[in-house]
């Protein structure tokens, strides 16, 4: 990734987490729990038509590598 595309990054996350204060502090208490192997991740979306798409999937210990990056 170049330099011009992680500062459009940081812009886009900083007004994010201006118009959505609770998903910075989740990701914070979520990263200070850490990530564990049979940790269950679920996403939800749904559209203002009524639909809504969700996956989940049950962390394995090849998963919790790629959760350290994150941190």
């Given at each position: 990734?170049?330099?011009?595309?992680?500062l459009?990054?940081?812009?886009?996350?900083?007004?994010?987490?201006?118009?959505?204060?609770?998903?910075?502090?989740?990701?914070?208490?979520?990263?200070?729990?850490?990530a564990?192997?049979?940790?269950?991740?679920?996403?939800?979306?749904?559209?203002?038509?009524?639909?809504?798409?969700?996956?989940?999937?049950?962390?394995q210990?090849?998963?919790?590598?790629?959760?350290?990056?994150?941190?």
């Amino acid at each position: 990734m170049d330099l011009g595309s992680l500062l459009k990054l940081k812009q886009a996350w900083k007004t994010f987490s201006a118009n959505h204060p609770k998903v910075p502090a989740f990701v914070e208490d979520v990263k200070k729990k850490g990530a564990e192997k049979d940790m269950e991740l679920a996403v939800a979306i749904r559209y203002p038509d009524g639909t809504e798409l969700r996956c989940g999937v049950r962390l394995q210990d090849s998963d919790i590598a790629l959760f350290d990056i994150f941190k």
